[in-house]
């Protein structure tokens, strides 16, 4: 401890409580994953998103290290909870590193909220594709929602196909910046556009003025017939 003046500045380490106060706020944070899973079955997910069904937690760890892949709770609220097999710590690092990318291109980003049904058929899904590009292309994140209704609480698992399929194929234009994740009566995922805020204005712009331009060329050209047509 170094007294200077009448201020007293402490130089002591954050104790070993701070630290350990730290790491449970950041596994909070986290999804459980392995034997952090404390339930005693899941509704698995197979990691190219196929339906395994209803296994003791036991037999999906079992799967899981058959596989080189881990078990990862990705709707814990559900009933039973749903665990995905996936490799943890590459889509770890894979999500940081897009997370990190996404921030750097988006100054002045904003967030947008888009709301799906569960049991939504094609042509409303495409409609709301369609903004959700619409967005994206703008250069703003978006928030894509899934209200349960009823019974479909019980079925998370069809949530997060729905919001992958989206993901899939809006994946030229973002990336998941958070993967979904069940709260309650609803299921969230943030998408990241790829590019820059001020580009996708920038590429605004240019279309408005070769929109502007276009139009001065047929006025002209029209005009120039009229003055063809008096001679």
Known sequence: MVIVGLRVL??????SCQQTATIKEQLINEPRVNDRIRVPEVRLVGPEGEQVGVVRVADALRLAEEAGLDLVEVAPNA??????????????????QKAREARRNQ??????????RL??????????????ERFLKGGD???V????????????????????????EVGDLAVVESAPRQDGRNMTMVLAPTRKKS????EQRRRREAERQAKRDRQA????KGERSDN
């Open 119 to 132: 049991k939504i058929d094609d042509h409303d899904f495409e409609t709301k594709k369609g903004h959700v």
């Open 79 to 96: 009933r039973p909870p749903v665990a995905k097999l996936m490799d943890y710590g590459k889509y770890k690092y894979e999500a940081a």
């Open 199 to 202: 580009e996708a204005k920038s």
């Open 221 to 224: 050209e029209r005009s120039a």
């Open 10 to 15: 402490s130089t002591r380490r954050p104790s």
């Open 107 to 116: 100054a002045n980003t904003v967030l947008k909220e888009i709301r799906f």
């Open 141 to 143: 994140k978006v928030k």
């Open 145 to 168: 929602m899934i209200m349960f209704r009823g019974r479909e609480q019980s079925r998370p698992e069809m949530g997060v196909r729905l919001l992958e399929r989206l993901a899939e």
